[in-house]
């Protein structure tokens, strides 16, 4: 089960960070992927992580940083620099016993709740 958390209402230029915490099941490696979904539009990668290996989207690059707690068995993307236009729902998901990475939410086993962002102009 995964559980995202961290979501709220910003300032542009400001900063939030998200975490998801895994339970149940651990693998000893796995891949855990952000997504987001604003109003209208389809869901897009935001970033992913597995071990020391990172993805980012172009429109995140250099704002936004995909980390992970092993001893917590929890990850966490932190946003800097926000914009109006990250706002949406951000998902988590994850990939267990895998060492790759993947921008493709369908390629994902578990499937988390959102936590909205909001980012005001």
């Known amino acids: 089960q995964l559980q995202a958390s961290g979501g709220g209402l910003v300032q542009a230029g400001g900063s939030l960070r998200l975490s998801c915490a895994a339970s149940?099941?651990?693998?000893?490696?796995?891949?855990m992927g952000w997504f987001r979904q604003a109003p209208g539009k389809e869901r897009e990668f935001v970033a992913a992580?597995?071990?020391?290996?990172?993805k980012y989207a172009d429109s995140v690059k250099g704002r936004f940083t995909i980390s992970r707690d092993n001893a917590k068995n929890t990850d966490y993307l932190q946003m800097n620099s926000l914009k109006p236009e990250d706002t949406a729902i951000y998902y988590c998901?994850?990939?267990?016993?895998?060492?790759?990475?993947?921008?493709?939410?369908?390629?994902?086993?578990?499937r988390g709740q959102g936590t909205q962002v909001t980012v005001s102009s």
């Open positions: 992580i597995n071990g020391g290996s990172t």
């Open positions: 149940g099941r651990t693998f000893g490696r796995y891949t």
């Open positions: 998901a994850m990939k267990g016993g895998v060492t790759v990475l993947s921008s493709s939410i369908t390629w994902y086993t578990y």
